[in-house]
């Protein structure tokens, strides 16, 4: 018998070797312990990186599952707390800013790059975005939309889906597919407009923005380039503007959420979108 998390089969066998691991470190943290976990069954990233913050995820499930006892996290652990840092550098704007495309001789995406930029994605997305600030999964960029100095918008890519009926019929790939090349899909898990911009077309101009460079950033940060991106939209909203950013709406997911396992709808139906960045896309997804 086998159990899944974070898209790896764990064996009988490497869960003893888990359990065995954690009993003779005592000494070692839940970080390090995730390492020495990687580095056993060589679980690596397309770039050859440990993927210890997979591995860390993973074995926090195990626990959950009554599967291993893991150490007192070192200083708290925040998992499921609110995000409570708030600067006046996010407060809303006193006056609403109404301007066009046009009018904007400087928009551009920077990628966050340092933990200034990071506190203040994340502020933004907490006190601003609907859903609310949640660590992204796994590989991840984020950027700033900014024009003359001010701050639009906030878009975020994670790691996709690990399964979609929509999406993975449209792709027509087979599980072992899935499995080796799931990489190669990243997600638009976030996308804010600040609530006091008001631009015709801003959103799908982003998006189209973000497409664009995507590839080319992904590649330089983590030495390999994704072909696939995805998202998921409330059913309740239009997805307007990933219509109108040529994205492609695939279907609707059926509520159940990646660890439901009575199949049962306890989530919002969300409508499936993608947009290739790579013209044979297919090709890379189905070796």
């Known amino acids: 018998m086998s159990v899944r998390y974070c898209g ?15 009993e003779i470190n005592p000494e070692v943290r839940r970080a390090g312990l995730s390492r020495l976990v990687c580095e056993k069954f060589d679980w690596r990233s397309p770039n050859g990186k440990l993927k210890d913050m997979s591995c860390r995820v993973a074995m926090l499930r195990m626990q959950d599952d009554g599967l291993i006892q893991l150490p007192p996290p070192r200083n708290g652990n925040n998992n499921g707390k609110p995000y409570r840092r708030r600067t006046t550098q996010v407060e809303p704007n006193n006056q609403d800013l109404i301007t066009t495309i046009a009018a ?60 979609t009926a929509p999406r993975d019929n449209f792709i027509g790939w087979t599980y072992q597919q899935r499995k080796d090349n799931l990489h190669l899909i990243v997600n638009n898990a976030r996308f804010l407009i600040c609530p006091w911009v008001y631009c015709p077309n ?52 059926q509520g159940r959420g990646k660890l439901e396992a009575q199949h049962k709808a306890v989530l919002p139906i969300k409508s499936v979108w993608v947009y290739p960045i790579a013209k044979k896309f297919r090709n890379s997804l189905c070796k």
């Open 8 to 22: 790896r089969q764990f064996s009988d066998q490497e869960m003893e070797a888990i359990r065995a691991l954690i």
């Open 104 to 163: 904007m001789e400087d928009l551009r995406l920077e990628l966050v790059s340092d933990r200034s930029q990071s506190h203040q994605w994340n502020e933004y997305i907490d006190r601003y975005h609907y859903l609310g600030y949640q660590p992204l999964p796994g590989a991840q960029l984020r950027y700033i939309a900014k024009a003359n100095d001010q701050v639009l918008a906030c878009l975020g890519f994670g790691a996709a889906a690990w399964k």
């Open 202 to 253: 801003l959103a799908s101009k982003l998006l189209s923005m973000a497409s664009r460079r995507l590839a080319d950033d992904w590649q330089h940060r983590y030495n390999y380039r994704p072909v696939l991106v995805e998202t998921f939209v409330e059913k309740r909203f239009q997805g307007t503007c990933y219509k109108a950013a040529n994205w492609q709406l695939l279907g609707y997911t």
